[in-house]
Structures are given as structure tokens and as C-alpha cells.
């Protein structure tokens, strides 16, 4: 059986697309919420891949969220048995940290839609070419990361320079969210803490500005996004297909 690790750590940051990917290729997901589990000490021996995934905390709240210290064991555990890892925003910080790079925060933050430039890297890259020269994304974050040594970086934004990077063959940090679908952005938007944030930011623009956005340029991200996602899966591989032998 092959399977796929996803640490999660709010409810309201899941998987989103990407879950139909996974699933249709016919892995099986084991997720580990550390909001419901913070004490969870999974072990990566039994999977083919790892995905971490974003929340509202950062790298340095190590001290009052000490899962993060687990997840950055198991990222570098994970890296050790060259499995690949996918970390999207927050866990694209804790992959870069990992790695020795600095996470810090991003001036200013971002949130809604942005214009990413890939790099001539990424523009090779068998996972990030789909997204093309420019290609329309959803962020939402305060911090940012170094690019961490020996990694190629893949893409950028106007007002975040480091957006994506590849570590060996197939350890992949995405600042920016992918996964996003209409219904998530929305739930995003109407959750008070998210309003808070988008509002404390100070960026010029709202929810409903966001919203407009959103109808313009959600397909057209959704299909990169399935690109882009799906030669991901291509690094962890398929499941070993069942060989049913003839009755007698």
C-alpha cells in the first residue's frame, strides 16, 4: 500500500486540490492535525512522500508549539531517506529552515492575488514549468524565507523574492497556495481571525476585492495548479498495481 504523510495544523488549512490528485493516483493519506495532536511522534518509514502544509504560526514559536520541532525532524528525516517533501507556506519556511536558511517576515505581507515570475530554473524544472513565465496565485503570509544554500530558485513576486525553491531532486518549497479553490478562499475570508489579519496588514485592498480577483483568475491558477501538482506526484511515484492471477 503506498502512502502519503500530510501534517496539517489548522483545520481551516487543508490539502484543498491537491487531495483529489492524491487520491486519484491511489495513494492513501495520513494526515497528523498537531491542532488536535500536538504530541503526534509519526514516523516516516512508512511513506513515500511528505506534505506539510500552512498555518497562522511560524518558525520561531518553537517554544510554545513544540510539534514544530517534530516536523522539522521529520522534514530532515525525510530529506536523509530522499523522500520528497512538499512544504507549502508555512512548511515551505520550515523546509528552508531545515535547510539552514532564515525565516523572517516579509514586508509588506502578503495577501490575495499576485503576479509570480518563475525563473529561468523554474521555467526547467519538471515540477514548476507549468506555471510558465507568469502565472496568477493566491498568498497568504507575514514571513518569508532565504533561499537556503544549494537550492535553485524557482520563482518570485514584486514584493517577495523568494517564492519557490528545489532542494536536491524533489524537496520543493512553496511560498504561495496552490491548492486554493473558491470555496477555501472564501471560508478564508470568513473566518475573523483571517479578517483581522487582512485588515491589520494594511494593504489597500479587501475581501471583496479579493473576491473579484478571485472570479478572474481562479481557473486559470487551478490549472497550473493540477500541472503542476501532478508532476509532484510524479516524484513519489504510483502504487505497485494488485496482479490478480487467473482462478483455476
Known sequence: MSRVLVFQHVAAEPLGTLDRLIRRRGHRIRFVNFEREPDAQP????????????GPMNVADQLRRPHLRTEL??????????????GICLGAQLLAHVLGAAVRRNDPPEIGWYDLETTEAGRRDAVTASLGEIAPVFQWHRYTFDLPSGAEHLARTATCENQAFRYGAAAYGFQFHLEMDTALIERWLGLPAYRDDLEAAGLGHGAE?????????IETMQAA??????????????????IVLPSR
Not at 43 to 54: A, E, P, Q, W
Not at 226 to 239: I, K, M, S, Y
Open 73 to 86: 525532524a521529520a522534514i530532515e528525516r525525510a530529506l536523509a531517506q530522499g523522500k520528497p517533501v512538499l
Open 43 to 54: 514516523s516516516l518509514d512508512r511513506y513515500r512522500g511528505l506534505i506539510v502544509l500552512g
Open 225 to 242: 495548479a493540477d500541472a503542476v501538482f501532478t508532476a509532484f506526484l510524479d516524484q513519489v511515484g504510483r502504487p505497485a498495481r494488485r
Open 209 to 217: 476585492a479579493i473576491r473579484g480577483a478571485t472570479v478572474a483568475r
